[in-house]
């Protein structure tokens, strides 16, 4: 049974960073496309970043673009989502998430397995 385990997450001021972690089990995980996802109060869910099983290819948000940066260990079974410049709007708790195959989708009903999340705020 696959198992998503977020870490990392917590009070930051503006401009700080934090590194989330994601570890997995139960699966083959190399073979498995991962993503990031976050759920601000009263908001939707929406996509952060992706990362490709094959390639390490990988996909952002416009919203964080250029300020965060997704990254993974296969050997680890690991999952990083380095945030750095954080402002209060990145406030949300953070999700990762994992489905088989290659390809990098956007769209949070693509991804099968889920973590139970990690709160992340940023203060102004």
């Known amino acids: 049974q696959v198992q998503l385990v977020e870490s990392g997450g917590g009070l930051v001021q503006a401009g700080g960073s934090l590194r989330l972690s994601c570890a997995a089990s139960?699966?083959?995980?190399?073979?498995?496309?991962r993503g990031w996802f976050r759920q601000a109060p009263g908001k939707e869910r929406e996509f952060v970043a992706a990362?490709?099983?094959?390639?390490?290819?990988?996909t952002y948000a416009d919203s964080v673009k250029g300020r965060f940066t997704i990254s993974r260990d296969n050997a680890k079974n690991t999952l990083w989502l380095q945030m750095d410049s954080l402002k209060p709007e990145d406030t949300a708790v953070y999700y990762c998430?994992?489905?088989?195959?290659?390809?990098?989708?956007?769209?949070?009903?693509?991804?099968?397995?889920w973590g139970q999340g990690t709160q992340v705020t940023v203060s102004s």
């Open positions: 990362i490709s099983s094959i390639g390490g290819g990988t």
């Open positions: 998430a994992a489905k088989r195959g290659g390809t990098v989708l956007t769209a949070g009903q693509s991804y099968p397995y």
């Open positions: 139960g699966g083959t995980f190399s073979i498995y496309s």
